[in-house]
């Protein structure tokens, strides 16, 4: 089947800057994108988990976002001015796709 | 004095304080217990709606007059001023960084609907009657904390605006403030006899739902106090227990000059004493990201929280009692 | 006329339509007021199973006789007659494509059973009795439309069978139809008995779960309107008011050829007039996945779920009235 | 033999009963109906909270002797014996490995918490009493099984060591033991006045919540059942409705000898003969992850639960009026 | 540590296909996969949140299958069956896995 | 922009040995992780969904850490360990990373 080559993304994000994310994608001209929850973690700041919040404060979630590979500087550049001073994490993988139109 | 210990005994014996302190115990003992997380939000919203829409109805036949909208302004004044306080008193004493401490202060100006909640039911059980617009001053205190702590910060540097991309919209929105305030509208508008319709919903298992709820705040404020009490210095768990006594005693004030009653004054003196751990985490997660959580939720959740709701209250009610 | 209007006074100003209200506010006004899925589908896992129970203690008092088949027939009917006249009315006023006007058609055929609820709860505060087997005819209305929508859409092409991969199966035993009848049938053994072993928990604070429930339509309700009501055209939210109505009246005729209570026309026309908004659109994104999920999940959900809640279960228990 | 009849008739016809086969039937059917997990979670932790803080008031209300010191030593001591019975039969007659049969006779000698519920329910409708502090024995039945199969598989290897990781303190700090025995201490601390309190939470709609529960449960049981029952070999299918009557015997020795009434007796028949699906089951993932779990949650889940639930209880309710 | 290539194909897609697509990937041969939840993304069909949801209708699932190099064809052609008329993302990456006879 | 090659290792294990996992890369030294909720799967034990789950008996989960290459060595044998007896699948993926420094 054939298969183009595209990235991804995974940016891990505490769950009160999502909006703040998605927005900056949006205006970035990245309009696909896919949230996932995310249980807990580690990191510098320590070890946490959904268990142990009231609520939405201190939760965190995984957005994958999948580019043609020349569109990825211009996603992390949007993505960075939000991350830059949170806590979080970006990751960014080589893969293929089917469809290349619908990116 | 008597009565302030009989009042002790019976609220920190209550199935309700002592479902907190079961959920506490098991969270310092590692124990796998969890509400889930969907289930705790479920039991909050439960809360709001039932504590809003019973303000509403004593409001509807109450009738409201100038009182209201003068404690509204007094409560207003107290979450705008309290971080003020704290901060000066963080900095003076407990060594945290400026953005560190103004996060701290405005967790104290602000509010914990629970606390409140707790508050109404251990003046239930004790039958002492409270004005119904207290719920619309614990709306209105929820937020005004926030811009003073980010004041605070501001004057500093340049970079941090209050309305930065929304944040002050987020905040008078959020959802425990829409939730408190529609419910005590939509009680408000059918009064007495919309009451009636859900009253074995919102009344009659208040109680018993306030316990499962209690436990899951046990939990979290167990596990909170268990990952980061090598976090807190001994200062600022002096801060945690001595600033609710200092806020409530402002409120105090305020409270007689209004006029409030017994059960009103304890609920304007617990709304200052007690501090946030939902609407202002997530604020300051957005807005001073630099602020180590770790220091403001457990000193929140985990000292002043199990502070209040065991020994704090009974002494809030004692103190309404005076001035009224 | 007077008691139409009282009625409406009535139900607009009830708890549980204010509760929708709050929901909708709250989500134009972009509060980020939430209710978690796992609650929400537990409460409605909880009014279908009281619902449904009712419905059969009902039964098992009054018996049962031709007229349960007659109007469980007449139901069914309805459901499968009603696509057929939505999508001409679709295809001729609204430009939709024919795989568009077949999804919206389909979900105005099939029925909203908290629209059922919600009406039901209206008639009791307004102490009109209804058939308890109405719930039965309410579940056996679900399904029949998706089959007309899946016909009006083969007509045309050779691929689409309505029994393709086992959909056909899906349908019939969805969630929330084996809820529906199968705690019907509990209900039906059990008897007065049965009920009164759990009435405290299906009764008494039936209400007031239906309000939160409400809340959180609302706020699906509300959200969705905001994101794709640019995608609605006029002459399709004109639709989406008019259509209930057309529903509604030859359920109408039905109600009076059966010789139904009032109560239960008045139920019968609420079924026709509502629109589904979770079995339809499930099927429809497996059936029909070129339709547009927000044409029709918005004009379900945004424009005909809120109108039938305020406006037409006043009319449809007026109407009701008028056959009886 | 006629009131064991009428028993059963009622046991079975009652919405509780009725409830789980209609979740078993429908995950038979391949039904789409489902509770979601948290809410699932949070009934769960509802009956365990109700169940406890009743036990608790009733052993404040009758005070506290030798007789529960004892109950509860031989609750211990059956759910230490029982696993070394089942590995015995099921090594004899089954055919599994001794992995296998080590992890399932662990869930035999542990107990099943909603099988004690219904038992308890099924109690008060035919209004028989019981010893409160029955809870406690349940709370203290559920550990001891799990060490005994660690020890028959241990006999044969050297690996694995019961207390490898901490595994014994998560047994027995698992969340359903801290809340049941933490719910119990509530209870018993707070008394009558305590239960007054919350009793329109945990009295009045208990029963209700448990058809919910038992409605999920037969969701569970009945897909695991779908799933896995060609992996059961008729001669496991017999043990799991075999065992129960084996277990239940030998407790009914117990609670002869311990002079407990009828309705004590039926509950300690109930608990030797109930399985455990829950805390066992994470336990055998941790220390026996080579034992197949398709088997042992099968057996205990599709197999003894309804055994229990329909044939068992009134079963276990008739021979506890044989020996008090 | 011995490890073995392998290919990590990611399938994103509405919940309503899951049963579909992993029948079809279990004709395949495809029997191993995970199912993770999705909160909510964005895509030519705009933007969309499980908050915004009645109940199953609308929410999607991530499907994440790791198979050997040389089954990765087979798995796209039956995935690509069921994906084509529907809403929803396929990438595939290059991986390694521990215990190669597992896969 | 700047970006650093690292590995993405993802775990699907058991939610019962989640803590005991965890626990081992700390004593690895990988203190950088997230945890995914699962849904469900599919593996050589059989088809498997939280719906057909009494509470967390039978659950899985996903823990995903980003090391630096020379590390993953450490991670596997740390991760191996624990996941050796345990039904779960190990991956590992090349990526690159923003802000190098806190790997
Ligand atoms: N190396 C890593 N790999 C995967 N997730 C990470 C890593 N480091 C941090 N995270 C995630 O990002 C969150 C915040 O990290 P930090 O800012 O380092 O405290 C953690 O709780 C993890 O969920
Ligand atoms: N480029 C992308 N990267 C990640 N997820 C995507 C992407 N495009 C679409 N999706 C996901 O697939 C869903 C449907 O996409 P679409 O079919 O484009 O509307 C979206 O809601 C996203 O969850
Ligand atoms: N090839 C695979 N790709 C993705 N996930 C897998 C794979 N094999 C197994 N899994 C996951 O690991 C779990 C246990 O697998 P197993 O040990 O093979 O039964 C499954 O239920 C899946 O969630
Ligand atoms: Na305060
Ligand atoms: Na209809
Ligand atoms: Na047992």
Known sequence: MQTHAAKRVEIIIEAPMEERLTRALAKAGVTGFTVLPVLGGSGRSGR??????VS?????????????????????????????????????TDCQVLRAERF | MDSLLSLAAANVLSPMVLSFALGFAAALARSDLTVPEAAAKALSLYLLFAIGFKGGVSVAESGVG???????????????????????????????????AAAVAAHYGSISVVT???????????????????VA?????????????????????????????????????????VLLVGSFAIGWITGPAGLEEISSFIVAPFKGVLCL????????????????????RPPVILFGLAMPLIGGTLALGCAALLGLSAGGAALLVTLAASSSYIAVPAAMRVALPEANPSIYLT??????????????????????????
Chains 1, 5, 6 share one sequence.
């Open chain 2, 299 to 324: 000193l929140s959740l985990g000292v002043t929280f199990p502070f209040n709701l065991t020994v704090g209250i009974p002494i809030y009610i004692a103190a309404g009692g005076l001035v009224a």
């Open chain 2, 137 to 177: 001053v614990a709306a209105a205190m929820e937020a005004p904390a926030i811009l003073s702590a980010l004041w605070l910060v501001s004057r500093g540097r340049k970079e941090t605006h209050p309305n930065e991309d929304g944040l002050l919209r987020e905040i008078l929105l959020n959802g425990s403030i």
């Open chain 1, 48 to 53: 946490w988990s959904r268990e142990g919040q």
């Open chain 1, 56 to 92: 939405r404060a201190g939760g965190m979630v995984a957005v994958v976002c999948i580019v043609r590979p020349e569109r990825v500087d211009t996603l992390l550049d949007a993505a960075f001015a939000v991350v830059e001073r949170h806590v979080g994490v970006v990751s960014i």
């Open chain 2, 213 to 232: 709820f209690l436990l899951d705040m046990g939990l979290v404020a167990g596990r909170g106090f268990r990952n980061a009490s090598n976090e807190l």
């Open chain 2, 66 to 100: 100038a009182d209201l909208v003068a404690t509204l302004l007094a409560g207003v004044a107290l979450s705008f001023a309290i971080p003020l306080i704290a901060f000066g008193i963080l900095r003076t004493v407990s060594g945290l960084s400026v953005v560190d």
């Open chain 2, 116 to 134: 409140f909640v707790a508050a109404t039911s251990a003046l239930g059980s004790a039958g002492i009657l409270y004005e119904g617009y207290m």
